[in-house]
């Protein structure tokens, strides 16, 4: 089982930055996929950014060149720094790890934290 646990959320201004972090109850280097996805109104939830146990990294297009996601090993968190915020960045963004065992692959959530950009 893994608990993860985001913070960070809040509400800012278009144009400011936000830093999310999501806290794993396990060590994050036995986790194959970390990652940031995000659920608007009436939306379906989409990835904003991920990042695996190599460092490799993908994100939306949308986050490309605003939003940076980082994995801290020794705290067992990841992290989403979001610049340039954008009324369209609202949303709850949930935390996701993706994790490898010899009988599948499953996947844990944390409950989100809701990110509100307005002026």
């Known amino acids: 089982q893994v608990q993860l646990v985001e913070s960070g959320g809040g509400l800012v201004q278009p144009g400011g930055s936000l830093r999310l972090s999501c806290a794993s109850s396990?060590?994050?280097?036995?986790?194959?996929?970390l990652g940031w996805y995000r659920q608007g109104p009436g939306n379906v939830r989409r990835p904003v950014a991920t990042i695996r146990n190599t460092g490799g990294t993908d994100y939306a297009k949308s986050a490309e060149g605003r939003f940076t996601i980082t994995r801290d090993n020794a705290k067992n968190t990841v992290n989403l720094q979001m610049n340039s915020l954008k009324p369209e960045d609202t949303a709850v963004y949930f935390c996701k790890a993706e994790v490898h065992y010899t009988t599948g692959i499953k996947n844990y959530w944390g409950q989100g934290t809701q990110v509100t950009v307005s002026s």
């Open positions: 396990v060590d994050i280097k036995s986790i194959y996929q």
